[in-house]
Structures are given as structure tokens and as C-alpha cells.
């Protein structure tokens, strides 16, 4: 069964610190891997996503991941985080067979200290 | 603005009663999706459909029940069945089947029990 393992539950950093959240994934097939951000009150927003191509994919704010297929894993990095990025962190992957459902990581709690 | 609407944002359940969770997008997608949210362990899926008229099973449907009658609407009913229905409620689109498509997801509604 596929699956999705996000390593840090909970990170707390402090402004100007640089960001990885680890995400792991298992699946056989060809993936498509995403990471949403769910920011304090609001809904679940896409920050990035992997289909095809260049495994180095940026997203809105500054963020990027790296895919690396022989460790299955989606790593997403900031080099300088901001107290705005504090909210919950979500990796995502579908499978190719999958039409269209997603299968999420357990999250991780971003808390940036001013 | 095209977007999702989840309804209501807060809803209150008693003991042995079903409880109806909207969602409705002008998106013009095809596919809508439920997912529950539970601290610590992410976003788990109940039920989806990528067509009018149809829906398939999701990793945790046992008591909930939903339809699509309307490609605009995916409401979701939690049954008396389901034991442990306290839980945040998200609903996504994408336009198409799924794949080569980021969901979008509503605001969410949050149960709670009396």
C-alpha cells in the first residue's frame, strides 16, 4: 500500500534559519508529489509540485524540493525562513494509477520564533 | 471568483443523529474529493468521484455516505455509524479525472459532539 512518511512532527526555528522538512514516500510506479501548506485559519494551498522533468521544483515563497527517485524522497527546503511561514506543512504523492487520489503525510508543525 | 465552499464552517452533532457537510465548487471540475484531518495524522480520504452519478470508497469510508447528483456538489453525510466523527472536513477538486491536475481545496468544516 502506498504511503507517506513526513520525519518532524513539530520544528520550531527562528527567523533567517534555513528549512528542511523530509518527506518519504513509498509507491512502485511513476509518482506525482506535491507539498500544501495550510496557514493558521485558512485552507490547504499548493506550494509546489513534482510531475515530470527537472526533480529540483520551486514553488511560491521561496520554497523548493528536490525529488531524488532512488530514495524516494521530496524534501522541501527554505534558505531563510519568516515568521509568515509558521503553519502547518503537508507532503503528498499520487500514484500513476491512482486517478487523482492523494495520499497525505502525517504533517509538520512550522513554528518560526520573531 | 471561482473557489470551493464548504458549509457550515462549524457544525454540532448529538448522539445517533447523521449530520449533512456541503461542498460545492463553480470550478467546472470534474472530480471532487472528502478528507478528514486529525491532529497528527494528516489528511485521510473518505470518499471521491470523478464523475456525475459515480463515487468510489476511500481509505476510511465506513460511516460516512455521500452523492453527486450535481457535478457542482459532493455533500457528505456522517452517519450514527461512524463512532469517532470529531474531526476536521476538507473537500478538494480538480478539473479533470486527477492526474496532471493539484487539488484545490474549500475552508473546511469542523465537527464537533455535543
Known amino acids: 500500500a502506498q504511503s507517506v512518511s513526513q520525519h518532524n512532527h513539530h520544528v520550531i526555528l527562528s527567523e533567517a534559519a534555513s528549512l528542511e522538512l523530509g518527506c518519504n514516500y513509498s509507491?512502485?510506479?511513476?509518482?506525482?508529489l506535491f507539498w500544501y501548506v495550510q496557514y493558521p485559519g485558512q485552507h490547504l494551498q499548493l506550494l509546489l509540485k513534482y510531475f515530470s522533468g527537472d526533480p529540483l521544483v520551486k514553488g511560491i515563497k521561496g520554497f523548493e524540493a528536490e525529488f531524488i527517485k532512488s530514495k524516494f524522497s521530496f524534501n522541501l527546503r527554505k534558505p531563510s525562513v519568516q515568521w509568515s511561514d509558521t503553519a502547518e506543512y503537508f507532503c503528498a504523492v499520487r500514484g500513476s494509477s491512482n486517478t487523482g487520489k492523494l495520499i497525505f503525510g502525517q504533517g509538520t508543525t512550522l513554528q518560526v520564533k520573531p | 471568483d471561482g473557489g470551493i465552499t464548504q458549509s457550515p464552517k462549524y457544525l454540532f452533532r448529538k448522539e445517533g443523529q447523521n449530520v449533512t457537510l456541503s461542498c460545492e465548487q463553480n470550478?467546472?471540475?470534474?472530480?471532487m474529493y472528502w478528507y478528514r484531518q486529525d491532529p497528527g495524522q494528516g489528511l485521510r480520504l473518505i470518499y471521491y468521484?470523478?464523475?456525475?452519478?459515480?463515487?468510489q470508497k476511500g481509505d476510511i469510508a465506513e460511516g460516512y455516505s455521500v452523492s453527486r447528483e450535481k457535478k457542482e456538489s459532493f455533500p457528505l453525510t456522517v452517519t450514527s455509524a461512524q463512532k469517532n466523527p470529531t474531526a476536521f472536513y476538507l473537500c478538494?477538486?480538480?478539473?479533470?479525472?486527477?492526474?496532471?491536475?493539484?487539488?484545490?481545496f474549500g475552508d473546511g468544516t469542523r465537527l464537533s459532539i455535543l
Open positions: 470550478l467546472n471540475h470534474d472530480a
Open positions: 468521484s470523478q464523475i456525475v452519478n459515480d463515487f
Open positions: 478538494a477538486s480538480t478539473r479533470d479525472r486527477g492526474n496532471n491536475q493539484p487539488q484545490h
Open positions: 509507491y512502485g510506479g511513476t509518482v506525482n
